[in-house]
């Protein structure tokens, strides 16, 4: 069984800036996706294993930069906007492109972020 261990988030000013940071127990690719009250679940990010490939979802490409050390990935978010308040789930698998269609294989069980003023 994977584990996932998800830390960061929380509560921050528009402009601002979080680090979400995810540890697995193992090599995946590994990734972000959210999920904010009465809306779709949305790609958010992800690196491949060997931090060769990164992928970001539109609305937040230029602002969230997503990497990894080892089997930790982070999450760097600046420019904060109050529609990226969601959950943020940390998702990993073996293929990138699984959790860019939201199918990842393994799933943290989230942390909320909230942009607000």
């Known amino acids: 069984q994977v584990q996932l261990d998800e830390s960061g988030g929380g509560l921050v000013q528009p402009g601002g800036s979080l680090r979400l940071s995810c540890a697995a127990s193992g090599n995946y690719a590994m990734g972000w996706l959210r999920q904010a009250p009465g809306k779709e679940r949305e790609f958010v990010a992800a690196i491949t294993w060997n931090s060769e490939y990164t992928d970001y979802g539109d609305s937040v490409k230029g602002r969230f930069t997503i990497s990894r050390e080892k089997n930790t990935a982070f999450l760097q978010m600046n420019s904060l906007k109050p529609e990226d308040t969601a959950v943020y789930y940390c998702?990993?698998?073996?293929?990138?492109?699984?959790?860019?269609?939201?199918?990842?294989?393994?799933w943290g069980r989230g942390t909320q972020v909230t942009v607000s003023s």
């Open positions: 998702v990993v698998d073996q293929r990138l492109l699984q959790i860019r269609r939201l199918r990842g294989e393994h």
